[in-house]
C-alpha cells in the first residue's frame, strides 16, 4: 500500500477556497481505481494548515492520480492559493495487522 501525506499553509483570505477546492478533489479522487482512501482535514491547532491523507493500493495508481487532468490543476489552483510550497511525501508501508 502506498500512503501519501500532504499540508499546505492557506492564506487568511483564500481558506474557504483552499477548503473548497480540496474538498472537490478528495470526492472525486476516491472514485479513482486504486484509491483505498482520500481525505483533508483542517488542524485544530492552527486553521490555515490543511492536512491531505491518502492511501493508494500501490505506485501504479497513485501514478495514474497523478495524471488525471483535474489532479494536475488542483495543484496548480491549491499552490496559488498557498502562503508556501504545499508539501507531500509518499511511503510505501506493509499492512501488519
Known amino acids: 500500500m502506498i500512503i501519501v501525506t ?3 499553509r492557506a492564506e487568511p483570505s483564500s481558506l474557504d ?4 477546492i480540496s474538498l472537490e478533489h478528495v470526492r472525486r479522487s476516491r ?3 486504486g484509491c483505498l482512501l482520500h481525505s483533508v482535514h483542517q488542524d485544530v491547532e492552527d486553521p490555515l494548515h490543511v492536512v491531505f491523507i491518502e492511501h493508494w493500493a500501490d ?3 497513485l501514478h ?3 495524471r488525471v ?3 494536475r ?3 496548480k489552483n491549491l499552490g496559488r492559493l498557498a502562503s508556501g510550497q504545499p508539501s507531500m511525501i509518499v511511503y510505501d ?3 501488519t495487522a
Request: proline residues 4%; aromatic residues 8%.
Open 6 to 8: 500532504g499540508s499546505v
Open 17 to 20: 477556497d483552499v477548503l473548497a
Open 31 to 33: 472514485e479513482e481505481p
Open 59 to 61: 505506485i501504479d495508481a
Open 64 to 66: 495514474a492520480h497523478f
Open 69 to 71: 487532468a483535474a489532479s
Open 73 to 75: 490543476e488542483f495543484a
Open 93 to 95: 508501508a506493509e499492512v
